[in-house]
């Protein structure tokens, strides 16, 4: 794919999309933390039902510590994993005010440091919450990016190497949210809806689905 074909592609997606962002609800970088964290292997819809709730009650790292490992659990029971995501949110809420003062770290580094948090789960923050030019692979940015020919790689992180190096840099702050929205809605797993595709001339994908 050429440098153009790909300037092109996120041209687009801004002129449909001009202000993306992640359909997780949230109201500070550790509401933000906490949600990243629980969707793992869950729907953001889900996530959203349950924080509705969770944040009312414990809006902070000390608030969330206080309700211990079974009264969070409480509020997350309907979310898979949720007993191992539990553990890390309490563990991971004494490492912020112990050793952040409270507050979600501005430094991947120590964001990966957190109990439950990744590279993806960094990037996340990285970009949504602090605003750097981090790019998350998830599985809809690692099909996206394959299946149109955007950046092609084996994994998640030669994905996110190779997007990094080919997205124009105007592009790059929002391309994370733009390729996630296209791979939830449009570029979907079992039969993509190129028809309805405002990227399908520019897509290298050869065997589209038109109807």
């Known amino acids: 794919m ?12 801004k002129k449909a999309n001009p202000t993306p962002t992640t359909e997780l609800h949230y109201k500070t970088p550790f509401q933000l933390l906490i949600a990243v964290i629980l969707s ?5 819809k889900g996530v959203n039902k349950a924080t509705a709730s969770l944040f009312k009650e414990a809006p902070t790292p000390k608030k969330m510590l206080a309700l ?17 995501k539990g553990k890390n949110i309490i563990k991971t809420c004494e490492i ?9 770290p501005e430094d991947r580094q120590a964001l990966e ?13 990285l970009n949504t919450a602090f605003g750097h030019p981090t790019i998350a692979v998830d599985t809809h940015i690692f ?13 998640v992180v ?5 997007l990094l190096e080919v997205v124009p840099e105007r592009y790059k702050q929002d391309a994370h949210h733009w390729l996630i929205l296209h791979g939830r809605y449009t570029c ?11 990227i399908e001339d520019l897509c290298e994908y050869t065997e589209k689905n038109v109807d």
């Open 68 to 84: 211990g490992e079974d009264g969070l659990k409480e509020y997350i029971k309907t979310i898979g994993l949720f007993n191992t």
């Open 113 to 125: 440091a957190l109990p439950g948090v990744g590279r993806k789960t960094a990037n996340v923050i």
């Open 188 to 198: 979907i797993a079992r039969k993509p809806r190129c028809g309805a595709c405002v």
């Open 40 to 44: 793992a292997q869950a729907t953001d």
């Open 158 to 162: 030669e994905v996110e190497k190779k």
């Open 143 to 155: 099909r996206v990016a394959n299946r149109t020919g955007l950046a092609p790689g084996k994994n």
């Open 96 to 104: 912020l005010i112990k050793e952040h003062g409270g507050k979600v």
């Open 2 to 13: 050429t440098p153009q074909h790909r300037a092109e592609i996120f041209k687009r997606l």
